[in-house]
């Protein structure tokens, strides 16, 4: 696998464990806010789920084969970028 291919992978798998992340704790912090919910709970599980997947697809199989096309993958880039920014303005608040 070329190194270029190898460095969008893991960038990939970055970027969705980021997303994962940022709406496991999302779910985290509405389950601490107003209790055990549904919503809060899916998303907790969903968003730790697609951490625990991403990690399992970069580290276990060959993370090339689960990449998609480089649009997607500078959209998924885009998407943790604003997670990040969202997560750091709910901090701020």
């Known amino acids: 696998m070329r190194p270029s291919l190898r460095r969008e992978a893991?960038?990939?798998h970055l970027s969705v464990?980021?997303?994962?992340c940022s709406l496991g704790l999302i779910g985290l912090s509405g389950l601490?806010?107003?209790g055990?919910?549904?919503?809060?709970v899916l998303l907790t599980i969903s968003g730790f789920g697609m951490v625990a997947g991403s990690?399992?697809?970069a580290f276990w199989r060959t993370p090339?084969?689960?990449v998609p096309d480089r649009r997607l993958l500078w959209l998924t880039v885009g998407g943790a970028a604003l997670a990040i920014v969202g997560g750091a303005?709910?901090?701020?608040?």
């Open 55 to 57: 990690v399992f697809e």
């Open 10 to 12: 893991y960038l990939y």
């Open 36 to 40: 055990l919910g549904v919503v809060p």
């Open 64 to 66: 090339a084969e689960s």
């Open 89 to 93: 303005l709910t901090l701020l608040d």
């Open 17 to 20: 464990a980021i997303c994962g």
């Open 32 to 34: 601490r806010s107003s």
